[in-house]
Every structure is written in structure tokens, then in C-alpha cells.
């Protein structure tokens, strides 16, 4: 016994009375999706935010969200320049070891494509709030900047009127 100190574990089915230890009757073995369902006598797992709030969002969700209504909306500003704009999301660029500076997006006019990559943006970008509404911000100025450099405007001329509200 290489832990002496440990007692011998007992089950129900060792207690007086029980199936299986006088009556004679063989118990009847619980399936596995049994166990797993009702473990140590608990009833089924569940969402940890429960069944009346709704499920927790996360920065991915957040980033995508954004990025795609910043392009719809450059999209019914400008639908013959952008008509074939193609936005994707990855999470980091690939670089060689060499280069200084990680790249938040990347243009390619030949594909009418636009790379934006969502850790650099998030986790490199010096706000002066941290919060929801200031990410948001920065994830949307980041696709103006972007689609500005594939369509050759500057970001501030891509939707002027929005500015002008004073």
C-alpha cells in the first residue's frame, strides 16, 4: 500500500441495505453520459452568464462588428470606388525578424483588398480612456485610414459630412 496513511474509500453500495452488498442483486452499472450529466448528484451544466442574460461578447466579436459596419457604411458612401472592397481580419501580421514596427493593416489595390490585423490594433494602440466606445473608435478610424490609402482619398474626405455637425 504505498499510502498508509490514506483509509480504504467506502461506497453507498458497501452501506447495510444497499443492492448488491446483502440482498444478492447485482446493481446496475450507470452509463457514462449518466455520470457526466448528473455528477456527484448536480443537474447539467449551463451557460456561466445563465439562461436570462445573453451571452457574453468578446473583443473578436467586437473587433468584427465594428469593422464590418465601418465598411458598410464607407460602402454606401462610396459605392463605385468600393463596389469590390474585401476587408479581412487576421490576428497578427507576418513580418520578417528585421523589421521595426508591426503593421496594423495592410493595402493591396490589385486585389481591392484590405488586411487589417485585429491584436496590433487592440493591444498597441495608446488610448487616453480605455473603453468601449474609445476602441470602437480606434478599430474606425483605423478601416478609414485604410480604405483612404486603397482608394487614394485622405480618411477625413471619405465621409466629410459626418464631421459637420456644429
Request: proline share 10%; aromatic share 6%; net charge positive.
Amino acid at each position: 500500500m504505498p499510502f498508509p496513511s490514506r483509509r480504504p474509500r467506502s461506497s453507498r453500495r458497501d452501506a447495510p441495505g444497499a443492492a448488491g452488498a446483502d440482498s444478492g442483486a447485482t446493481a446496475k452499472p450507470t452509463p457514462p453520459s449518466a455520470r457526466a450529466r448528473a455528477r456527484h448528484g448536480r443537474g447539467g451544466r449551463s451557460l456561466v452568464t445563465g439562461a436570462h442574460l445573453p451571452p457574453v461578447h468578446t473583443r473578436r466579436d467586437l473587433f468584427e462588428t465594428t469593422v464590418q459596419s465601418s465598411a458598410d457604411y464607407l460602402q454606401d458612401l462610396w459605392p463605385d470606388e468600393l463596389a469590390t472592397l474585401r476587408i479581412e481580419v487576421l490576428p497578427m501580421p507576418d513580418q520578417p525578424v528585421g523589421v521595426r514596427g508591426v503593421a496594423r493593416w495592410r493595402v493591396l489595390p490589385e486585389h481591392s483588398l484590405v488586411v487589417l490585423y485585429r491584436i496590433p490594433i487592440e493591444r498597441m494602440s495608446r488610448l487616453h480612456r480605455d473603453d468601449d466606445w474609445h476602441r470602437r473608435l480606434m478599430i474606425e478610424s483605423c478601416v478609414f485610414r485604410a480604405v483612404g490609402e486603397l482608394i487614394g482619398k485622405d480618411p477625413w474626405d471619405l465621409a466629410p459630412d459626418r464631421f459637420r455637425h456644429w
